[in-house]
């Protein structure tokens, strides 16, 4: 079975500075692997997926994600903070079934951004 | 092309009474899962659904909980005798097909048990 463990559940960066959101993986075949991004009382929205192919994958609003398969991770970057940052994130991954597909979700990381 | 609806957003239920969860996936979309969120946790898969099938439903509790994505409206999650434990938020995605991988989210019905 798979699973996903974000480190951190809570992150706090000033405006401007890096931010860098923890994941790992556990799966037994290659993963399909997410984040999504979720504003107060809103769902989720996609930022990115690594799918196949280059293991470098940049999605919406300047975040980028980089599949190591040797540490199992997906971290989450972005080099400038924005105060609209500030949100929770949530790391997935699907495998495709015989039943379909179903993500299988982290804990979550809350982003906090000060001034 | 509107996203995945979710109605009502807000549903407060005294315990014991039943809970109805209501989910319009994008136009196109013909696959519907639903997930939990409890407080201070990820979203759990509950089930997965295409037009008139239940295809997994391996995160469901085995009681009171149930679900259906009939022909024609809505996909309905219903809770029957509704327990403080079922207060969190739920959540309905939809793709357009089994080997497409992005999910869309709605945004949700946040279930409040008093």
């Known amino acids: 079975a798979q699973s996903v463990t974000q480190l951190g559940s809570h992150v706090s960066v000033s405006e401007g500075a890096l931010v860098l959101l923890r994941c790992n993986y556990s799966?037994?075949?290659?993963?399909?692997l997410f984040w999504y991004v979720q504003y107060p009382n809103q769902g989720l929205q996609l930022l990115l997926k690594?799918?196949?192919?280059?293991?470098l994958v940049k999605g919406i609003n300047g975040f980028e994600a980089e599949f190591k398969k040797s540490e199992t991770s997906f971290h989450l970057t972005k080099p400038s903070a924005h105060m609209s940052d500030a949100a929770e994130y949530f790391c997935?991954?699907?495998?495709?079934?015989?039943?379909?597909?179903?993500?299988?979700f982290g804990t979550g990381t809350q982003l906090k951004v000060e001034l | 092309n509107a996203g995945v609806m979710q109605n009502p957003r807000h549903l407060v239920r005294r315990r014991g009474q039943e809970a109805r969860l209501r989910c319009s996936p994008m136009?196109?979309?013909?696959?519907v899962y639903w997930y939990r969120q409890l407080p201070e946790e990820g979203l759990k898969f509950m089930v997965y659904?295409?037009?008139?099938?239940?295809?997994?439903e391996s995160g469901m509790p085995k009681e009171r909980f149930s679900a259906e994505f009939p022909k024609e409206g809505p996909s309905i999650l219903r809770i029957q005798q509704v327990v403080r434990g079922d207060s969190a938020a739920y959540f309905c995605?939809?793709?357009?097909?089994?080997?497409?991988?992005?999910?869309?989210f709605g945004p949700g019905t946040r279930l409040t048990v008093t």
């Open positions: 995605a939809s793709s357009p097909g089994t080997g497409v991988l992005e999910q869309y």
């Open positions: 799966s037994s075949v290659p993963p399909y």
């Open positions: 690594y799918t196949t192919g280059a293991t």
């Open positions: 997935a991954v699907n495998i495709l079934t015989g039943g379909g597909n179903k993500l299988t």
């Open positions: 136009k196109g979309h013909s696959h």
């Open positions: 659904l295409q037009k008139e099938n239940i295809i997994d």
